[in-house]
Every structure is written in C-alpha cells, then in structure tokens.
C-alpha cells in the first residue's frame, strides 16, 4: 500500500548558529502520530521549524502534501498546519484568549470557533485573563484549544505537555484521540514524556546530533528487545547471534539483554537452559540502545508493514 | 464496545500475535458474536496502546482468515464463523494445552504410567465436580 505523505524532507540541511543539522530525511505518512524523541539540543524543534518554513534549509527539498514550494510556504499550505511552539507567540502575551482567537481565525478558513469553545471549557482556560497573566500550563492549554480550532490537517507540537498539570495532560491525550478518531489529521509531536509516545504515537523518530536515526514502528520497537533471566552454566550462552548481553545475576542465574527473543527461547529451552523471566525494555532504554547504534538497520525505516 | 483483550509486554509472544490470538479466540468461542461491530482502528489502538498499524494487521489477517469482514464506509464486523472450523479450533486449543501438560511432565521426568494416572485422577475431580455444581 502506497500511503499519502503529509511531509517529506529529502536531503535537508541548514548550518545553524550552534551546530549543524542534517542531512535529515524523513517522510511522513499522513494519518498517523509521529513522536519525535531525543536529547535536548538535538533538533527535534529545528525539524518543527523547516517544516512550517520559519527556518529556511542551505540545501534539500520538502514537500507538504505532495505539493512543493520553494522560499516562502504558500498561505493556502500554512493554513493547513496547526502549531503549537514550545515557547508561546510573543505578539499574543497582551490579548485576551478572545482576542486572540479572533486574530487567528482570519488565517485559518476552516477555523471552528465552537470547537475552541468547548476545549476552552474543558480545559478550564480562564476567559478573561490576558495570555501573559497566566499560568504556564493555562497558557499551554490554551495554545493547543487554539491550535485544533483551525481544524488542521497536520498538527505540529513542540513539547505540548510542558507545564501541564496530570489532569490537563490527561484531557489533552483524550482530546488529540478524539481528534484522530474524528478525521484524517497527521500529527508530529515531540516530547520527552514517555507515558505520551506510549499513549499516542504510531511512529517514533529518533533525533540525534541534529540527524534523523530513523523511523520505527512503536510497537516494533518497543519489542525488539527484552531482558532474560535466566539459569545455567555461562558456556550454553555462548555463540547465539541475539545475546548481546551478559551479567551475572547469582550463582548460575544470568541476566541478558536479548533481540528475537521468540526465536532465541526455541533455542535455549534446546539447550537444557531455563528461563525464569523475561521482561520488556523502558523506552529510555531502548533509546539508549538506539543511540549507541545497536538497532538492526533492517526495522529501521520500514513503514506500513514488517 | 470494549474488547477483553490483555497485553503482557513482558510476553516474548509479539503484540500482533498477542492481540491477533486472543481477538481470534473470543470470537471462536462466541463471547463476542457474529455481526458485532468492532472498533474503529484509531479507536481500539487507543484503547490498548499500541499503534494503527498493528491493530490494521490484526485487521486485516483475520479478515483474510475469514473471522471479520470490513464494509466500506461502516467498519469491521465478525462474521459467521463455521462450524468446523469452530470444532477445529475448539480441537487445536485442547490439544495445545495437553501437549504443554505433557511437555511440563517430560521435563521433570515424569513416567507415562505416572502421567496418565494423574491426568485421569484430574479428569474425574473436575468433569464430576462440574456434574455436581450442574446438578444442584
């Protein structure tokens, strides 16, 4: 199945004022959760910013949609995209919640002043307040009401969750899902939140050193790995590809970081070896793991079957 | 509706097939009946955590499998599952089970005579309790 691509980065690179980033290269199929994950710094928000063209690539192409633009992204594009940055619009600190969603609205054909409304309520966004005079989380809230109101077809958050309190964060999962559910809507986050990728995301990015380290399917990932306790004498555990740890664990019992575990078990049971418990990985973990480069190449820019 | 389905991410059983057999197994067994309108997609990843595209898999190999059938436009219905069929799974679960029984056996070096008696021993208590549970 050939699926639409919401975005598309071929070749990307721009030479900031801190470090370099790039090449990146990444596509984006459209209807799915896209999480973006890695350390500070890393150019999870730079990749936010080529997308919506506030930051202009030295050299590579991007589409959106299928459609390319060179130098400024075309009005008709921008007004399918809806942004929520990880440091809120200064122009906005003096409006109302009102005020602001009225200048919005202009931009945005498909803006749907009753949806914002409810979020509004839902959220407990107070109405009369100036954006500045808010809390951080308030203020957050407010940017993601503002955000679904254009309706957008691609939702870009920077670090949506930040300042949120549990139960806001908990309404704003609710509310993306119910968005999902509604319409076709792409959406990239990133986030250091792991409950988030868990809870949302179809795909996860690693971002590294200002490069894409690819792109894997959540549930592939996060079961590529597992920790196996095991007893026996360290010499059956010697020579099987899919170990690529040992600890000692006790007299005769063994702690190791495995891959195919379905296989391996085959394997091991074979070996007289018995296998007390297996557990599945952290996603710190497995980003670790990933960063030091120890993903199998093959699962890693596999998209829409495996 | 709300489909019984428990994921162990400790499992070394991958989340497609965990979600695959189990959804399989409820509707062979009947506790979710034939015509019953499943989860949209989006709706049913939610609800486990997991991502469209292994919940679409499950999807569509059960639907190849003949167990669900998709209308366009309305979303994904169990179909009639055949008789047969059912009595051969009911078999395939069965025999599953003792063959793991009989494996636990062989490996604490059980002998046949041992095995046997014990599993008719077993067969008695629980078909006669059942009987007399049914009875009262």
Same mark, same amino acid.
């Given at each position: 199945?050939?699926?639409?691509?919401?975005?598309?980065?071929?070749?990307?690179?721009?030479?900031?004022?801190?470090?370099?980033?790039?090449?990146?290269?990444?596509?984006?199929?459209?209807?799915?959760?896209?999480?973006?994950?890695?350390?500070?710094?890393?150019?999870?928000?730079?990749?936010?910013?080529?997308?919506?063209?506030?930051?202009?690539?030295?050299?590579?192409?991007?589409?959106?949609?299928?459609?390319?633009?060179?130098?400024?992204?075309?009005?008709?594009?921008?007004?399918?995209?809806?942004?929520?940055?990880?440091?809120?619009?200064?122009?906005?600190?003096?409006?109302?919640?009102?005020?602001?969603?009225?200048?919005?609205?202009?931009?945005?054909?498909?803006?749907?002043?009753?949806?914002?409304?409810?979020?509004?309520?839902?959220?407990?966004?107070?109405?009369?307040?100036?954006?500045?005079?808010?809390?951080?989380?308030?203020?957050?809230?407010?940017?993601?009401?503002?955000?679904?109101?254009?309706?957008?077809?691609?939702?870009?958050?920077?670090?949506?969750?930040?300042?949120?309190?549990?139960?806001?964060?908990?309404?704003?999962?609710?509310?993306?899902?119910?968005?999902?559910?509604?319409?076709?809507?792409?959406?990239?986050?990133?986030?250091?939140?792991?409950?988030?990728?868990?809870?949302?995301?179809?795909?996860?990015?690693?971002?590294?050193?200002?490069?894409?380290?690819?792109?894997?399917?959540?549930?592939?990932?996060?079961?590529?790995?597992?920790?196996?306790?095991?007893?026996?004498?360290?010499?059956?555990?010697?020579?099987?590809?899919?170990?690529?740890?040992?600890?000692?664990?006790?007299?005769?019992?063994?702690?190791?970081?495995?891959?195919?575990?379905?296989?391996?078990?085959?394997?091991?049971?074979?070996?007289?070896?018995?296998?007390?418990?297996?557990?599945?990985?952290?996603?710190?973990?497995?980003?670790?793991?990933?960063?030091?480069?120890?993903?199998?190449?093959?699962?890693?820019?596999?998209?829409?079957?495996? | 509706?709300?489909?019984?389905?428990?994921?162990?991410?400790?499992?070394?059983?991958?989340?497609?097939?965990?979600?695959?057999?189990?959804?399989?197994?409820?509707?062979?067994?009947?506790?979710?009946?034939?015509?019953?309108?499943?989860?949209?997609?989006?709706?049913?990843?939610?609800?486990?955590?997991?991502?469209?595209?292994?919940?679409?898999?499950?999807?569509?190999?059960?639907?190849?499998?003949?167990?669900? %059938?998709?209308?366009?436009?309305?979303?994904?219905?169990? &179909?009639? @599952? !055949?008789? *047969?069929?059912?009595?051969? /799974? %009911?078999?395939?679960?069965?025999?599953?089970?003792?063959? &793991?029984? @009989? !494996?636990? *056996?062989?490996?604490?070096? /059980?002998?046949?005579?041992?095995?046997?008696?014990?599993?008719?021993?077993?067969?008695?208590?629980?078909?006669?309790?059942?009987?007399?549970?049914?009875?009262?």
């Amino acid at each position: 199945m050939i699926e639409a691509l919401a975005v598309q980065m071929n070749g990307i690179r721009k030479s900031g004022r801190r470090k370099p980033i790039g090449p990146l290269n990444l596509e984006i199929p459209s209807g799915y959760v896209v999480a973006l994950v890695g350390p500070n710094g890393s150019g999870k928000s730079t990749i936010m910013n080529l997308i919506l063209q506030t930051l202009h690539p030295d050299e590579g192409e991007l589409s959106w949609f299928g459609k390319s633009a060179p130098g400024v992204l075309p009005t008709e594009l921008r007004q399918l995209i809806g942004y929520v940055p990880e440091v809120p619009l200064y122009e906005e600190n003096y409006k109302t919640p009102e005020e602001a969603a009225a200048f919005r609205a202009r931009w945005y054909p498909r803006w749907d002043q009753q949806r914002l409304e409810e979020l509004l309520r839902r959220f407990e966004v107070p109405e009369k307040v100036k954006l500045n005079k808010m809390s951080k989380g308030e203020r957050r809230k407010f940017e993601i009401a503002a955000a679904l109101a254009c309706r957008p077809k691609l939702l870009l958050l920077d670090e949506p969750s930040s300042g949120l309190d549990p139960f806001a964060w908990k309404h704003m999962i609710d509310v993306l899902r119910s968005c999902l559910e509604e319409e076709e809507i792409t959406i990239v986050l990133s986030t250091h939140i792991v409950d988030e990728v868990k809870r949302l995301a179809d795909y996860i990015v690693l971002v590294h050193q200002g490069e894409v380290k690819g792109m894997v399917e959540k549930d592939v990932l996060m079961g590529n790995w597992k920790e196996l306790w095991v007893r026996t004498d360290r010499a059956q555990l010697e020579g099987l590809p899919d170990i690529l740890e040992i600890h000692e664990d006790g007299p005769s019992n063994w702690r190791l970081l495995v891959q195919n575990l379905a296989e391996l078990e085959d394997i091991l049971v074979n070996r007289g070896v018995s296998i007390l418990k297996s557990r599945g990985l952290e996603l710190e973990d497995i980003l670790t793991l990933w960063m030091k480069g120890e993903l199998p190449e093959e699962i890693k820019w596999k998209r829409g079957e495996y | 509706m709300w489909i019984p389905i428990q994921i162990n991410e400790n499992s070394a059983e991958p989340l497609y097939h965990q979600i695959k057999t189990q959804l399989r197994s409820l509707i062979v067994s009947e506790q979710i009946e034939e015509g019953t309108l499943l989860p949209s997609i989006r709706e049913f990843a939610g609800s486990l955590n997991c991502s469209v595209i292994t919940i679409r898999r499950v999807y569509q190999d059960l639907e190849n499998e003949g167990f669900l %059938r998709t209308r366009q436009g309305t979303g994904t219905f169990v &179909a009639k @599952v !055949d008789q *047969g069929e059912r009595s051969e /799974y %009911r078999r395939t679960v069965v025999q599953e089970a003792v063959e &793991a029984a @009989v !494996d636990a *056996g062989l490996a604490v070096q /059980y002998g046949e005579d041992e095995l046997k008696e014990l599993f008719l021993q077993i067969l008695k208590k629980k078909y006669h309790s059942n009987q007399k549970e049914a009875d009262s």
